[in-house]
């Protein structure tokens, strides 16, 4: 379904790649940022702040959908009730009606599991942090006030500039037996313009790769990768969760990169972009 008016909302590294995903395929995108800078070709930046609102009005008033992907400035609960509810709001009420699709990327931070379990969509969200109960309610608030709401919850971002896990694990840091789930940015926006494109989706979906891998798993991998020795992983009870991607893998999406092998594989070898 090209050629439509797309607003990305949150141009930052996942909402500029898919911005540059969705140009290519023949839709006129509209970037929007707090300051304006160059972008994919075929990309309108438009300055704008979701926050505190200043330049919506630029907006086109009839998108044909919308991605919410937007990061707050810092981690914190004030930060995020501004971008993520009052912010969705203010963005729906630069419009003129409301579009019939509004992708809001969200995180699986909902989910309070931790000790190994398996989640997915159908899983009751239980947030146990401020972050993922501002979430929370950012869905619930679109799920209400637009009814062609559809949400993406992610798991950890890597890739490019992304590479926390990576540089810990290089410089000694002890694993835990805590389950990790990532998906990589490029697969992120693949995700969210997969989405765009679903004539009947569901109203939610998890992403990730296909393999959630322990952090103890994951350090002494990417040693090894790296040809360093393997460290003593810390003792303990296993913690964190599992998130499937089941429903999104059923609706027609493949990751190019399925597990932290082949993702950090790319990154080692300088092609992960």
């Not at 930052?12 to 969705?22: H, K, P």
């Not at 993520?84 to 989910?111: H, K, M, N, Q, W």
């Amino acid at each position: 379904m090209a050629g439509r008016l797309i607003v990305v909302a949150g141009a930052g590294d996942v909402g500029g790649r898919l911005a540059a995903l969705r140009a290519l395929r023949g839709d006129e995108v509209i970037a929007v940022r707090r300051r304006v800078q160059p972008l994919a070709a075929g990309v309108r930046a438009v300055a704008a702040d979701l926050v505190g609102g200043a330049g919506l009005d630029r907006l086109p008033k009839r998108p044909d959908a919308v991605v919410f992907a937007a990061a707050p400035d810092a981690r914190e609960e004030v930060a995020y009730r501004r971008l993520f509810v009052d912010g969705i709001r203010r963005l729906l009420d630069a419009f003129a009606e409301a579009p019939a699709r509004f992708v809001l990327v969200s995180s699986t931070a909902v989910y309070g599991e931790d000790g190994g379990e398996w989640v997915d969509e159908d899983t009751p969200p239980r947030p146990p942090a401020f972050n993922g109960r501002v979430l929370l309610q950012a869905e619930q608030t679109l799920a209400a006030d637009c009814a062609g709401a559809l949400v993406l919850r992610l798991s950890g971002l890597y890739g490019p500039g992304r590479e926390h896990l990576l540089r810990r694990a290089l410089a000694g840091a002890p694993g835990r037996p805590h389950w990790t789930c990532r998906i990589h940015v490029a697969d992120a926006a693949a995700a969210l313009s997969h989405l765009l494109d679903l004539p009947t989706p569901a109203p939610l979906y998890l992403g990730s790769d296909d393999c959630p891998a322990r952090e103890d798993e994951l350090f002494a991998w990417l040693r090894a990768r790296s040809g360093l020795p393997t460290l003593p992983a810390l003792a303990g009870a296993e913690s964190g969760r599992r998130v499937s991607n089941r429903r999104l893998r059923a609706s027609g999406w493949e990751p190019r990169f399925p597990d932290f092998r082949a993702g950090y594989g790319a990154l080692l070898a300088g092609r992960g972009q």
